[in-house]
């Protein structure tokens, strides 16, 4: 999920940051198994169901249950939904886009991440989708890889937005980076200080300090970007009914580099790929 709001940046300590990365671990496994789990002909009710066990069996709770009303533990956000659908009696077809956003607490620390997928598999998936879903992971890892104790914050966002346009040059179409959503602070709250903006701003932000935790989350379209909230004051949908992607990651910087949080390897292998420090704590 992510929210405009005030900016500040709160870091934490190296004690801190392991106890959030017991909670990224519980989003990154019950993301996986989500994963391994869908299939056509599911409800999205049925995949939070599983979500909300998960966690729980965890030794977790959820993070979106009950926040602000929203009714459940997952946003299963399809085809033209961007962010923020509502788990309910929505029947899964083979070949939809499906976006799953969790979060978990464990002891007071949040975890937040998002994933998107072809139902049914990559076989099932139309060209375009899986370039967007594989242009919109990149452009999540291009701006964690942006991250670094003494930098703006904001170079998060012009490195999504550059990826972004390359990518676009490349798959010879103009995606659509959505604007109206940005990441977030996370830490003892799931929003919190400062916004994380996925696009080039002309502020550069506040400084990324050492023990700074940020969900970066972009969200990308295959048209415009412009989008809606429905009716029933969650989905946000595209107005021109073009499908979208969302990849998040809850990110930990230090001085010796970077930990993803909610990522079971930690990040290793992208940030690798990337050339930026990887820093686990555990």
Request: charged share 25%; glycine share 12%; with cysteine.
């Amino acid at each position: 999920m992510g929210f405009f709001r005030k900016e500040r940046i709160e870091g934490k300590t190296s004690e801190q940051l392991i106890a959030m990365r017991a909670a990224g671990l519980v989003v990154a496994d019950t993301l996986e198994m989500l994963r391994e789990r869908v299939r056509p002909g599911m409800t999205t009710k049925e995949l939070d169901t599983l979500a909300d066990e998960n966690i729980r069996r965890s030794g977790a709770v959820p993070s979106f249950l009950g926040y602000y009303g929203f009714t459940g533990t997952i946003c299963a956000s399809v085809n033209e939904e961007i962010v923020h659908g509502i788990p309910g009696t929505r029947v899964l077809e083979e070949g939809d886009l499906l976006s799953i956003d969790c979060g978990a607490v464990v002891e007071g620390w949040h975890g937040d991440a998002a994933i998107s997928l072809v139902v049914g598999g990559r076989e099932a998936g139309r060209p375009e989708d899986l370039a967007l879903i594989d242009a919109t992971e990149a452009a999540l890892y291009a701006g964690i890889a942006a991250l670094a104790v003494g930098r703006p914050l904001y170079e998060v966002g012009a490195a999504v937005e550059d990826e972004i346009t390359a990518a676009g040059s490349r798959d010879g179409r103009e995606y659509g980076i959505v604007e109206d959503y940005v990441g977030h602070g996370i830490g003892t709250a799931m929003h919190m200080d400062p916004q994380v903006p996925n696009y080039r701003c002309r502020e550069k932000g506040p400084v990324v300090s050492e023990g700074t935790t940020v969900a970066i989350e972009p969200m990308i379209t295959l048209g415009d970007q412009a989008n809606t909230v429905l009716e029933d004051e969650w989905t946000v949908v595209t107005l021109d009914g073009a499908r979208a992607a969302h990849w998040e990651h809850s990110v930990a910087v230090t001085a010796d580099g970077i930990w993803v949080l909610t990522a079971r390897d930690g990040g290793s292998g992208p940030l690798a790929g990337l050339g930026a420090p990887y820093a686990p704590l555990d």
